[in-house]
Each structure stands twice: as C-alpha cells, then as structure tokens.
C-alpha cells in the first residue's frame, strides 16, 4: 500500500519523464514545492521500496512498478479533475481537488465517475440536462424544457 505523499511523487516523475526522459531532484523541488533535502530524502526510499532508479546527483526514473503507481494516479487526478470542470467547478480548483481526492476515492467510487465522465464527454456540446444544472447552480431556479417549451426555456430558447 502506498502513501498519499509517494502517489505524488511517482505522479509528478511521471509527468516530469514523459516531458524530458526523466526527472532530477529541482524538477520534483519546482513540482511539487518541496524542499531540495525532502525530495533527495524521498527519491532514496522510492529507490528502496523499488519504484525508481536513482543514482545521486544524477536523474531518477520510474520502475514497472513504480509506472503502474504512477499511471493508475494520474488516470484518477485525470478523470476527477474532469468531472469537476464538467459540473463547472474552476479549473485551478478542480485540479487542486482532485490531487486530495484521488487518494481517498473508492475504487467503486472512481469506476463509476470514470463512466460518467466517459459518457459526458461522448457529447459534441454535451448533454442538455448540463445545461440545466449549470443554470440551477447559478439562479437556483429549476427549469424543464421540453421540445414543446424549448422556444420559451431560458436555458436554450433564450440565450
């Protein structure tokens, strides 16, 4: 089982590798805001528990098993921030959210969200029914529009 603060690490040396090959200890310092001693302190034991390749002064890679860690986080940060922008939550919020919540999420949980999101973003414009809670979110009033009342709907007859 791993930490909340080792998911991280292997997160942003993952983004950090894919960018340039791999990462050294003032790309993780600059990522994730963390002190020089913090991050040579943790890269030693991602080394030792297997999940990097880290020689000192030099780069740090991932492992097998350090990737798997790594790409299963960043595909629930992904999905997670995703969902919190398609219900219009602020995009610095929704990404700052979903790194706190990506630990603590329910398998069940993030299966289902995952589906959600999936479904939501197979919509050119997406569905009609977002629209209506965007517009419940920000006048509280709920609408229905039918195809009868659509010239009339201030969701979509009147913008």
């Known amino acids: 089982?791993?930490?909340e603060r080792t998911?991280?690490?292997l997160e942003?040396?993952?983004?950090?590798?894919?960018?340039?090959?791999?990462?050294?200890?003032?790309?993780?310092?600059k990522f994730l805001g963390v002190g020089p001693s913090s991050v040579t302190e943790m890269f030693q034991k991602l080394s030792k528990a297997g999940y990097i390749n880290y020689e000192k002064y030099g780069g740090a890679t991932l492992t097998a098993k350090?990737?798997?860690i790594a790409k299963k986080t960043r595909k629930k940060h992904n999905t997670l921030r995703e969902f919190l922008?398609?219900?219009?939550?602020?995009?610095?919020?929704?990404?700052?959210?979903?790194c706190r919540i990506e630990h603590v999420v329910n398998p069940e949980t993030m299966a289902?969200?995952?589906k959600f999101v999936e479904f939501v973003q197979r919509f050119e414009?997406?569905?009609?029914?977002?629209?209506?809670f965007k517009y419940f979110y920000e006048t509280g009033e709920y609408v229905e529009c039918t195809p009868k009342t659509a010239?009339?709907?201030?969701?979509?007859?009147?913008k």
Request: proline residues 3%; charged residues 30%; glycine residues 8%.
């Open 85 to 98: 922008l398609i219900i219009g939550v602020n995009e610095k919020i929704a990404d700052a959210d979903a």
């Open 12 to 29: 942003a040396l993952d983004i950090i590798i894919e960018e340039k090959g791999y990462a050294q200890v003032k790309d993780i310092t």
């Open 125 to 132: 414009e997406g569905p009609r029914w977002l629209d209506h």
């Open 151 to 158: 010239s009339n709907c201030p969701v979509h007859g009147n």
């Open 112 to 114: 289902r969200l995952t």
């Open 7 to 9: 998911e991280d690490y």
């Open 66 to 68: 350090g990737k798997t």
């Open 1 to 3: 089982m791993t930490t």
